[in-house]
Nanobody, 115 residues
Framework: QVQLVESGGALVQPGGSLRLSCAAS????????MGWYRQPPGKERELVAS???????RYADSVKGRFTVSRDDAKNTVYLQMNSLQPEDTAVYYC?????????WGQGTQVTVSS
């Protein structure tokens, strides 16, 4: 069973930065795509950023220029660097991995942006 474990969520002031981590229980090369989603309070889950192992990366318009997804293959870990955070970025952030069909989710990590 594949496990994804997120970490790094916290309370941060507007304009601040956070880096989220997603550690996978197996090599991330065994996924065709990985990404970050978020679910704001009272809203549906939405895509934040994703990348395919072929190299294609995409971001939600609301985070372009502020968030960056990266990976450390040796650590089987994917990161989400979030800069210039705003209150509307407040959400539970989830890591997602797709293995050509089967899909996996982490348990989520809370990010709260507030002064």
């Amino acid at each position: 069973q594949v496990q994804l474990v997120e970490s790094g969520g916290a309370l941060v002031q507007p304009g601040g930065s956070l880096r989220l981590s997603c550690a996978a229980s197996r090599s991330i090369f065994r996924f065709n795509a990985m990404g970050w989603y978020r679910q704001p309070p009272g809203k549906e889950r939405e895509l934040v950023a994703s990348f395919y192992m072929t190299g294609t990366t995409r971001y939600a318009d609301s985070v372009k220029g502020r968030f960056t997804v990266s990976r450390d293959d040796a650590k089987n870990t994917v990161y989400l660097q979030m800069n210039s955070l705003q209150p509307e970025d407040t959400a539970v952030y989830y890591c997602n991995a797709n293995a050509w069909g089967p899909e996996y989710w982490g348990q989520g990590t809370q990010v709260t942006v507030s002064s």
